[in-house]
């Protein structure tokens, strides 16, 4: 079965300081593996995607297949960061079909 | 593009009456996604609809919930005798033809929050 860990559902953090969100998954085969991010008001949205292997303000991810992790980092945050963010799960059968397993999400708060 | 819009915005029933959730995909998006977030927890796939097809009805109550996404319309999400159990957040997604290249393949509505009381 799926499952997407995000055992943080809170995490503050100052401006300027690193941020690491945490998201662990089981999945038997090659899963893709996303970042979804929804701002106060505003529509869930992807952030980054595994696949892509891109920076999307300032915020990575790597895929560990060793671990089963899919970390969210930034090195330094902004205040605008702060958000809800969910890591999401797209097993390869199901290619076509974006059936994601979502985690319960992580809110994370930019202190000034 | 209005994006993914979803009507009502907040639904308010009570026990026994039925919920109907309307979404209206992106321009040229042919398929439809239903995921249902509980208070505490993540989002949770419910029903996968193309036109007039249901094709993947894995994550759908058995009973009482039922999905439609016709030729001409929105597609519908419709809840049955309602119980406080299903007080949620109901989010529908579209996504573009598989030929399409796009780098986001979901776009998610703002979501209907049911009450029920």
């Known amino acids: 079965a799926q499952r997407v860990t995000q055992p943080e559902k809170l995490l503050s953090v100052f401006k300027g300081a690193p941020v690491e969100l945490k998201c662990n998954y089981s999945?038997?085969?090659?899963?893709?593996l996303f970042w979804y991010v929804q701002y106060s008001r505003q529509r869930l949205q992807l952030l980054l995607r595994?696949?892509s292997r891109e920076s999307i303000k300032g915020f990575t991810a790597d895929l560990n297949k060793g671990e089963t992790s899919f970390h969210l980092k930034k090195p330094f945050a902004q205040e605008e960061d702060s958000a809800m963010y969910y890591c999401?799960?797209?097993?390869?059968?199901?290619?076509?079909?974006?059936?994601?397993?979502f985690g319960t999400g992580t809110r994370l708060t930019i202190i000034p | 593009n209005a994006g993914v819009m979803q009507n009502p915005r907040h639904l308010v029933r009570r026990r026994g009456q039925e919920a109907r959730l309307r979404c209206s995909p992106m321009?040229?998006?042919?398929?439809v996604y239903w995921y249902r977030q509980l208070p505490e927890e993540g989002l949770k796939f419910m029903v996968y609809?193309?036109?007039?097809?249901?094709?993947?009805e894995s994550g759908m109550p058995k009973e009482r919930f039922s999905a439609e996404f016709p030729k001409e319309g929105p597609s519908i999400l419709r809840i049955q005798q309602v119980v406080r159990g299903d007080s949620a957040a109901y989010f529908c997604?579209?996504?573009?033809?598989?030929?399409?290249?796009?780098?986001?393949?979901?776009?998610f509505g703002s979501g209907t929050q049911l009450s029920v009381l």
């Open positions: 609809l193309q036109k007039e097809n249901i094709i993947d």
């Open positions: 997604a579209s996504s573009p033809p598989m030929s399409a290249e796009e780098n986001e393949k979901l776009f």
């Open positions: 595994h696949i």
């Open positions: 999401a799960l797209n097993g390869p059968t199901n290619f076509g079909n974006e059936k994601l397993t």
């Open positions: 321009k040229g998006h042919s398929h």
């Open positions: 999945y038997s085969g090659s899963p893709e």
